[in-house]
C-alpha cells in the first residue's frame, strides 16, 4: 500500500488533539459515555467516575498506540521512498481519470486519498453512532483505521469492484454457475437490464455456513427494506443451493416482498477472497455497496442487528 511522509506525519499529531464534532466526519476517538450503557436509560446507567478515568487511559493508550505505528509507518515509506513521499502525496488524481488509469493505478491514487481524507476527518472529534446517521461505529472506523495505517491488503471505498467474480457464484434455483449472462443481467454497470448503468447494488455477505446473524440480518432487511431496495440487495453465503432454497421457502413468502432479494452461493468462497470478505482476524458479516464499478461503501464486522440501520445510513451518505 503507498503511502506518504506529511500525511502519516500530521495525522500522527492530529489524532491527539480533541476537536469539536462535525456532522458526517468520523475521527478516530473512542466513543462517548452513552456506548458505555447501550442498552439502559436513565441516570442510573451512568458509569462511575472511576470507570470514566478507565476509559480516558484507554483512549488515551490506543491513541499513543496508532500514533507510535504511525511514526514507525513514517520511518519505513521515508526510507523507501529516499524522501520523495511529500510530493507524491500532494499528486492525487482526480476522479475523472480513471479511464485512463488501470486497477493497480487506480487503487494506489485511492491509498493516497484515502491518507488526505484520515488527515481531515482526525482533526475533528465524533462521538457519532448509528442513531445519528452514520453507517459506521466508532469502533469500526477504528479498525479500519488501524488496517489503513498497517498497510492491510484489502479492499477499500474507492477501489475497483470486480465483475467477474460474480460469474462463478451458483444460482440457488438450480445450482448452476451464473456464467457471463447471468453475471450481466445482475451487476447494473454490465449491462442489466432491470437497472441502469448508473445503478447500484448492496451485497451482504458472510462465509460461515448456516450462519444464524446472516439469517436474522436478512429477515431485518425484509422487513425494513421498500420492495425497491431489496431488488437491489444480493446476499452472498456459503450454505449449498438446496440448503438456501429451503431457508428462502421457509422464511420468506412470495408476497413479502422478500423474495426481490437475491440470494447466492459462494461455496469455494472466491467471491469472498476477491472482495476480501473473510476478515484478517475471524469470520463476520460484511456489507458492500457497488456502483459503476466501485466500492462505494464497506461495512465489516456489521451485527445483524444493526444491518437495516447500516445499510439505510449508507445509501444516505452515498445519495447526499
Not at 469539536?20 to 439502559?40: I, K, Q, Y
Not at 446507567?45 to 487511559?57: E, Y
Not at 442513531?131 to 495505517?149: H, I, K, R, S
Not at 422487513?223 to 428462502?248: H, Q, W, Y
Request: charged share 30%; net charge negative; aromatic share 6%.
Amino acid at each position: 500500500m503507498t503511502s506518504y511522509s506529511t500525511a502519516a506525519a500530521a495525522i500522527t499529531v492530529a489524532i491527539l488533539i480533541t476537536a469539536s464534532s462535525s456532522p458526517g466526519t468520523v475521527a478516530f476517538t473512542a466513543p462517548s459515555t452513552s456506548h458505555l450503557t447501550r442498552g439502559g436509560s436513565g441516570t442510573s446507567n451512568i458509569a462511575s467516575s472511576s470507570s470514566l478515568q478507565g476509559m480516558k487511559r484507554n483512549k488515551f493508550s490506543k491513541q499513543q498506540e496508532l500514533a507510535a505505528k504511525m511514526e514507525e509507518a513514517k520511518r519505513l515509506r521515508e526510507q523507501g521512498d529516499g524522501g520523495g513521499a511529500t510530493a507524491a502525496a500532494e499528486e492525487i488524481t482526480k476522479p475523472s481519470d480513471n479511464a485512463q488509469l488501470s486497477d493497480k493505478e487506480i487503487k494506489e491514487r485511492n491509498d493516497r486519498q484515502r491518507f488526505a481524507d484520515m488527515l481531515e476527518n482526525s482533526m475533528t472529534s465524533s462521538n457519532g453512532d448509528l442513531g445519528d446517521g452514520y453507517y459506521l461505529t466508532v469502533e469500526q472506523e477504528n479498525e479500519n483505521a488501524e488496517a489503513v495505517f498497517k498497510g492491510i491488503n484489502r479492499l477499500y471505498e474507492g477501489d475497483p469492484a470486480p465483475s467477474s467474480p460474480f460469474t462463478e457464484l451458483l444460482n440457488i434455483d438450480n445450482g448452476e454457475p451464473l456464467g457471463q449472462g447471468g453475471m450481466k443481467r445482475l451487476v447494473p454497470w454490465e449491462g442489466s437490464r432491470s437497472a441502469s448503468s448508473s445503478d447500484f447494488m448492496i451485497v451482504v455477505t458472510d462465509p460461515r455456513p448456516k450462519s444464524v446473524e446472516l439469517r436474522t440480518a436478512m429477515k431485518r432487511l425484509a422487513g425494513a427494506l421498500s420492495a425497491d431496495m431489496l431488488a437491489k440487495c444480493v446476499v452472498i453465503n456459503t450454505d449449498t443451493p438446496a440448503e438456501n432454497r429451503r431457508f428462502v421457502k421457509k422464511n420468506f413468502s412470495e408476497d413479502s416482498g422478500a423474495d426481490k432479494m437475491t440470494v447466492l452461493t459462494d461455496e469455494k468462497m472466491d467471491w469472498m477472497r476477491e472482495y476480501t470478505a473473510l476478515g484478517e482476524k475471524r469470520f463476520s458479516i460484511s456489507m458492500f455497496i457497488l456502483k459503476e464499478g466501485k466500492c462505494e461503501k464497506i461495512a465489516r464486522e456489521v451485527e445483524a442487528e444493526s444491518m437495516t440501520e447500516t445499510v439505510k445510513n449508507a445509501i444516505r451518505g452515498m445519495l447526499r
